[in-house]
């Protein structure tokens, strides 16, 4: 194991491999100091970008923009108190603290090396894991690895804060929507494309993944307008106080011990992420800590427990993605969808795929490395970049958008369909239905479908299996308890003749008298689309329907549980406010920033790619009457030619005017 390490370190070390590793450094950098995109958004962003690159390199650019990109997310925490993303809000409550009395320099110091010691430590966990996980990986069979799907679906919507059954029916939905195109077990072609020569070959998943969370965020940038720093500026930092900030880290050994184990930890389990490693590392370094009394004024060692959490968290989050070929987050699934978009399917077969496991093990490493070399350096020089109004970064972020859904497939039309699941997105997000589920589903969907017929084969067409099996028990069981506790836990106070305030059965969403009419138009459509599939099920040879069956009335299931709780509880249905699409100085309604999307679609259509992208990025600005045209004109000029120099980077004929 350590040979085959220190030959992928060496790989890991030639000229494209390294250039793609500052490159992502860089980016995650630039794109985790921009709350209004995060860690995730970028590498979704940038995941079509990896093409022409070799697995590992595509996998380490990729870990590089998403590790740097959650240590970028700490900066506007500590400096701003600006949170990047979910995971780093705790770094607001001891880091702001800090930069207000002016040791903002030491609490990035804390960052910083917290970050890569919890990189570190969550690398050496990931290697000495890899064996013994895929070892047991390639002992259990397809009924294993069906329960292990369901479960992960399972504790991904059980994750999401008081979402539990709206998590299930996305889940449901992912699972339908995997299920367009090509059979994976029989090789059967055209379910459920109805016809259309654009999903005969399925659902293309990275117009999924850029839509549903760049495509809606930029939504939210034109709606919200103004820029990331509305007040106040970034104070003045100097890396020699940033190095003190270094030696805090050292003189707390217990705390890095306990949050290392703590990251490790939730990081393997599905579903928790690096928020849940984060709060939890921190709360409990506020039970053990000597400087209790300092909590929430700036206390050096709760900052410690925070970044070192999070560091380790981030890696160890990649643990069942490579080994188990599960994704526990929205990170490990794009990850994985690298994976699969090169032509490797993770799990068991992983670490049997060459020198290509031990190059990614040796990139991470360095990926954690270089945020010591390039973080403290690039923070005065990013610091100004969250100035830049919404304006002028929302239209760049739609033209890597366009491009990122192109070159997936060079077909023109999947730009339409990233538009239609931004919409969606957004949609989801402002009805309170949690987006990773559905995520999850449609990247599991092949794996558990797959699995699921293996299951009834060996069976002998019967699923007796699932509940013969010792694991499969196991797993099952598990997914049980956590799905019923809520309602238990809600039993056991009413026999107590107790009330608990988070013991409600019903959870889904913080005001349970009321819905509005879209959460019904939604839940409409789902069950419109589960009895279309039930209907064309029916044409289908043998049993290539049956997983879509199972799935449609599961969905059916809990649509009628949804509708059948608001009924019980006489919850208020809530009309549309339609307000008229609105454009003023600086933001434009969310009708707008979608017909302006539309409007560059289709105008690819009739001028092409490069000319319509250098019309939509001089009329977003004109239209919101940003101050300066000679600044939009400039930045059209450079936005487009790195367009080009993009498209012959990456071999990319941009679409032509039809």
């Known amino acids: ?179 367009i195109g090509n059979d994976p077990v029989s090789g059967f072609v055209d379910r459920f494309s109805f016809g259309s020569v654009q999903l005969a070959a399925g659902v293309p998943p990275l117009s999924v993944f850029v839509g549903m969370f760049a495509v809606a965020q930029i939504i939210r940038m034109l709606k919200e307008g103004g820029s990331t720093v509305q007040e106040g500026t970034v104070p003045s930092l100097t890396i020699r106080d940033a190095l003190s900030g270094f030696w805090d880290v050292l003189r707390y050994p217990f705390t890095v011990i306990r949050s290392i184990g703590i990251g490790i930890y939730i990081g393997i389990l599905p579903a928790l992420g690096v928020t849940t490693a984060t709060i939890t590392a921190y709360l409990i370094e506020k039970q053990y800590s000597r400087e209790k009394e300092q909590f929430g004024k700036g206390a050096p060692s709760g900052l410690v427990a925070v970044e070192v959490s999070k560091g380790c968290c981030v890696v160890g989050d990649m643990i069942p993605t490579f ?195 879209g959460e019904i138009i939604l839940l409409g459509v789902l069950v419109l689309f589960s009895l279309v599939m039930l209907v064309d099920v029916r044409g289908y040879p043998g049993k290539i329907g049956l997983f879509p069956v199972i799935t449609s009335y599961t969905m059916l299931a809990l649509i009628a549980w949804r509708v059948g709780s608001m009924i019980y509880r006489r919850v208020q249905v809530v009309s549309f406010r339609w307000r008229r699409p609105w454009v003023m100085r600086d933001a434009m309604s969310w009708e707008w920033s979608v017909g302006t999307l539309l409007g560059y679609f289709l105008l690819i259509y009739g001028v092409g790619f490069l000319v319509s992208t250098a019309a939509y990025l001089m009329a977003i600005p004109l239209l919101l009457r940003y101050r300066s045209k000679l600044i939009v004109f400039i930045l059209t000029g450079a936005v487009t030619a790195g367009v080009v120099a993009l498209a012959k980077a990456l071999h990319v004929v941009l679409p032509s005017p039809f």
């Open 1 to 179: 194991m350590l040979s085959q390490l220190w030959n992928g370190v060496l790989l890991a070390l030639t000229p494209p491999t390294v250039i793609w590793l500052l490159v992502g450094t860089g980016v995650g950098l630039i794109v985790g100091f921009l709350p209004a995109i995060g860690a995730i958004v970028g590498v979704v962003l940038f995941l079509p970008f990896t093409y022409g690159m070799d697995l590992a390199t595509a996998v380490v650019f990729l870990m590089a923009i998403y590790a740097t990109g959650q240590y970028g997310d700490s900066i506007t925490s500590i400096l701003l108190n600006t949170p990047g993303g979910p995971g780093t809000v705790a770094s607001c409550w001891e880091g702001y603290p800090m930069a207000r009395r002016g040791e903002g320099a030491r609490a990035l110091g804390i960052s910083t090396f917290g970050s890569m010691v919890g990189g570190l430590a969550g690398c050496v966990g990931m290697v000495t894991l890899a064996q013994p996980l895929t070892d047991m990986a390639m002992k259990i069979g397809p009924p294993e690895y069906f329960a292990l799907g369901v479960m992960a679906l399972a504790l991904i919507s059980i994750a999401s804060r008081g979402e539990t059954l709206k998590g299930l029916i996305m889940g449901c939905a992912g699972l339908a929507l995997s299920f």
């Open 323 to 517: 080994m188990l070929g599960i994704p526990g987050s929205i990170a490990g699934a794009i990850i994985m969808a690298a994976f699969i978009l090169h032509g490797i399917q993770p799990g068991p077969q992983f670490l049997l795929a060459g020198s290509a496991p031990y190059v990614v093990f040796a990139g991470i490493i360095l990926a954690q490395i270089l945020i010591v070399i390039t973080g403290l350096p690039l923070i005065k020089a990013v610091g100004y970049v969250v100035k830049v109004p919404n304006t002028l970064i929302a239209p760049v972020l739609t033209v890597l958008c366009f491009i990122g859904a192109f070159v997936e497939r060079n077909i023109a039309f999947d730009i339409f369909f990233m538009i239609g699941f931004g919409v969606l997105g957004y949609a989801l997000d402002r009805l309170r239905y949690p987006l990773i589920s559905l995520i999850i589903g449609l990247i599991i969907g092949p794996l558990v479908e797959t699995n699921f017929h293996r299951t009834l084969a060996r069976g002998s067409g019967s699923l007796y299996l699932l509940w013969t099996r010792p694991l499969t028990v196991a797993f099952f069981i598990i997914t049980f308890l956590f799905l019923a506790w809520p309602y238990l836990k809600d039993l056991y106070f009413k026999l107590r003749g107790r009330v608990s305030r988070k013991a409600e059965v019903f959870e889904e969403g913080s005001d349970l008298t009321k819905t509005s009419m």
